[in-house]
Antibody, heavy 121, light 110 residues
Framework: EVQLVESGGVVVQPGGSLRLSCAASGFTFDDYAMHWVRQAPGKGLEWVSLISWDGGSTYYADSVKGRFTISRDNSKNSLYLQMNSLRAEDTALYYC??????????????WGQGTLVTVSS | SYVLTQPPSVSVAPGKTARITCGGNNIGSKSVHWYQQKPGQAPVLVIYYDSDRPSGIPERFSGSNSGNTATLTISRVEAGDEADYYCQVWDSSSDHPAVVFGGGTKLTVL
């Protein structure tokens, strides 16, 4: 059974930093691209970032580019999101999602339950 | 950047057919995927590659994609289908590729 478990979400002040983690199990982690997707309270889904199976390629939404860094440790079956210079508009539930298919046909076949990041003073 | 447009809400009576649209410029040339999200839960993939169903998704869920509109169709709607639905594509039209979601459609079962 595929499981994705996010952690690291807390309340942080504007301008602060945070590192999210996602522990993966139930599939061969280093065979798949992984994503972060977020959802602000009461709003829709917003893609944040993608990392290829080997970490060699990364992509970011314009809204986080230059502030967030995605990474992975295949030896630990773990995905990470380093978030710097946080803003109030980064407040959201952050989901880890397993990628499937290859661009331009990529989609998400499994999602974690999310970890809540609140940016507030 | 590429924009996907969904109606904010769709209402349907139990047992009827619901159609949720996703509009985008020449979306028929892209692969469209659909997710269902119930309150307080993570999204669940219900359709991928325009019309394929993951295992465990009822045959009542189907998809199509042509021209400027993709459509998620739910036949014989049940109360348990009440949820938000999101369409998604991969946009490689700009200098850096990105995943794009539609704004979401709230399906209400009357």
């Amino acid at each position: 059974e595929v499981q994705l478990v996010e952690s690291g979400g807390v309340v942080v002040q504007p301008g602060g930093s945070l590192r999210l983690s996602c522990a993966a199990s139930g599939f061969t982690f280093d065979d798949y691209a992984m994503h972060w997707v977020r959802q602000a309270p009461g709003k829709g889904l917003e893609w944040v970032s993608l990392i290829s199976w080997d970490g060699g390629s990364t992509y970011y939404a314009d809204s986080v580019k230059g502030r967030f860094t995605i990474s992975r440790d295949n030896s630990k079956n773990s995905l990470y999101l380093q978030m710097n210079s946080l803003r109030a508009e980064d407040t959201a539930l952050y989901y880890c999602a397993k990628g499937s298919g290859s661009p331009p046909r990529a989609y998400f076949d499994y999602w974690g339950q999310g970890t809540l990041v609140t940016v507030s003073s | 950047s590429y924009v996907l447009t969904q109606p904010p809400s769709v209402s349907v009576a139990p047992g009827k057919t619901a159609r949720i649209t996703c509009g985008g410029n020449n979306i028929g040339s892209k692969s469209v995927h659909w997710y269902q999200q119930k309150p307080g839960q993570a999204p669940v993939l219900v359709i991928y590659y325009d019309s394929d169903r993951p295992s465990g998704i009822p045959e009542r869920f189907s998809g199509s994609n042509s021209g400027n509109t993709a459509t998620l169709t739910i036949s014989r709607v049940e109360a348990g289908d009440e949820a938000d639905y999101y369409c998604q594509v991969w946009d490689s039209s700009s200098d850096h590729p990105a995943v794009v979601f539609g704004g979401g459609t709230k399906l209400t079962v009357l």
